[in-house]
């Protein structure tokens, strides 16, 4: 196979960074084996509970060491995991859940049906969790396996809110863990799921390690998606933190380690001319590239500076920086995403192919915007946002905006987020981010396609017509009434601007071929279990 001069260059980049691969983690992996498997993932782990913070790498901490009551198969249909069997009422506002037998905690305690319900009424406190709150009568313990939840109108939705895998999936904590409120994180890490948390073995900043949980009892049905028997088929797996993707790239290519969640977009090529590498893309609905602005503060609790971004934005400036390569990104401008059952056109008018600058000049001052400072965070450890972030803020300056950027890693992005304070205050203006595609097929449980203001996610968007359609999706029935339902929510969303897409991409991983069994699943969250090294 022909390798060219810029492949060259790129491999030796590499082999340049492989001398600076600490030196602690060479002495590391010398010792491990085909049952150790090291992972550089995209983030650094800095928030442990999942109901308090929505990255994926605290949802892929929780896939670990958590379960859940139900979970979605390969064709999204919810199916049993914690739960035996369960039954609903003839009025349909009464279901009952009785919990199978194995089930413990990883202190050696068994699971009840009092830790269910303690999980359950924490997670309706928040975004993902909103449609069961707003429709429950009472969340309670029947027995010690057996538990209800009674509505106050039938919600035909129900077990698909309990199997969700977007936004915030329900996990199962211990009754002490989950009484906590749910502004609080919950820290102590122990679950009933397939890997335990190795908290003597935990580095914060450096890496975290999930050892088989040798007393965990898995479904007997075969593996399906996320759903059937959660098979362990390695003893360790350990989370590197490599800041540096050309080190994190160079160890994957010494062997040091075995995955890395984003490589380097211009390593993809030198990624497929190695024999011992491969590209893969566990989700192929793909990633919405997002930007979320303030709705709470200046300038941006404007309606009018809102729709300045939505004009402003070159999809494919910022798809060059994101992907360069043409196979993994296209523009999007359904609010559902690009080949989903709602993508739709409605409301679309202000697309135009290289952005319109002029129509976001004369918005932004038709919002009264004076010079106040737009903050925008960037994480400089994630490659493509550290320089999405850069092209946009070059990209309002020049449009007369003072544009600021805030560098930090992702965790230090994560904890300011949570600020609904003013720039002067430790707030925020902005930041890039991005979800699956698939996850856009759910507004109920996908976060960011909330807009009810300081009760929702990040952002904090607020639109009470909008919001009103969205409560009507727990209703319809066939795919029809969504489709046309998904239609009259982008109208509006595109009007009030709850958020500004920047392209939609393929995001493949970078593995040792030595490394299998990684599962494909919709949702962009990846579980360990299934996983064999070789």
């Not at 924490?122 to 396996?145: F, N, T, Y």
Request: charged letters at 25%; one cysteine or more.
């Amino acid at each position: 196979m022909t390798i060219s001069r810029r492949d060259v260059i790129k491999i030796g980049m590499a082999a340049g960074a492989a001398l600076s691969i600490p030196s602690v983690l060479r002495a590391q992996t010398t010792a491990a084996g085909a049952r150790t498997v090291r992972m550089v993932k995209a983030a650094d782990l800095r928030v442990f509970d999942p109901v308090v913070e929505t990255s994926n790498v605290t949802i892929d901490h929780s896939l670990a060491i958590y379960d859940m009551l139900f979970s979605l198969d390969a064709k999204l249909t919810p199916q049993p995991q914690m739960v035996e069997k369960w039954g609903i009422s003839e009025d349909k506002k009464t279901y009952t859940f009785e919990l199978r037998d194995g089930l413990s905690w990883h202190d050696g305690t068994p699971v009840t049906a009092a830790d269910c319900v303690a999980s359950i009424r924490r997670w309706v406190q928040v975004p993902g969790g909103q449609l069961l709150m707003e429709r429950a009568k009472d969340i309670s313990r029947k027995d010690d396996k057996t538990f209800t939840i009674a509505l106050k109108e039938p919600l035909g939705l129900l077990i698909n809110l309990l199997a969700t895998n977007s936004g915030q999936p329900l996990f199962m904590m211990r009754e002490k863990d989950a009484s906590r409120p749910a502004t609080e994180q919950v820290t102590a890490n122990i679950g009933s799921g397939p890997f335990r948390f190795n908290e003597a073995l935990a580095k914060p900043g450096s890496s975290f390690t999930y050892d088989r949980s040798e007393k965990y009892v898995p479904r007997k049905e075969p593996s399906d998606g996320l759903a059937g028997g959660k098979i362990v088929k390695v003893d360790r797996v350990i989370w590197d933190n490599i800041g540096d993707t050309q080190t994190a790239f160079a160890a994957l290519q010494a062997g040091e380690i075995d995955y890395v969640e984003q490589p380097p977009v211009d390593f993809y090529s030198t990624i497929e001319n190695d024999s011992n590498l491969a590209l893969q893309v566990l989700d192929k609905t793909g990633w919405v590239l997002c930007m979320r602005m303030n709705c709470l503060q200046k300038p941006f609790d404007n309606v009018k500076a809102r729709q300045a971004m939505l004009h402003l934005i070159d999809q494919e400036a910022f798809l060059r920086v994101a992907v360069p390569d043409p196979r993994y990104g296209q523009t999007v401008t359904s609010l559902f995403g690009n080949g989903t059952p709602y993508s739709n056109d409605e409301n679309t008018g202000w697309f135009k192919k290289g952005g319109d600058p002029e129509k976001a000049k004369q918005l932004l001052k038709e919002s009264g915007y004076s010079g106040e400072k737009v903050v925008i965070l960037q994480p400089t450890t994630i490659a493509w946002i550290n320089d999405a972030a850069q092209l946009l803020a070059a990209t309002l300056r020049k449009v007369g905006v003072n544009a600021e950027l805030a560098p930090s890693d992702w965790g230090g992005l994560a904890a300011r987020r949570a600020n609904k304070g003013t720039v002067e205050n430790g707030g925020w203006s902005i930041f890039i981010t991005s979800d699956s595609g698939y996850g856009l097929t759910d507004p109920f449980g996908e976060v960011f396609l909330s807009a009810n203001g300081d009760k929702g996610w990040y952002g904090w968007p607020k639109n009470d017509e909008y919001e009103a359609l969205r409560a009507k999706w727990a209703d319809v029935e066939t795919l029809d009434e969504r489709k046309a339902l998904a239609r009259e929510m982008q109208k509006i969303w595109w009007d009030f601007v709850g958020d500004v897409y920047l392209g939609q991409t393929l995001r493949p991983i970078a593995r040792r071929k030595t490394l299998s069994g990684m599962i494909e699943m919709p949702g962009g969250f990846i579980p360990m279990w299934d996983m064999e090294k070789a």
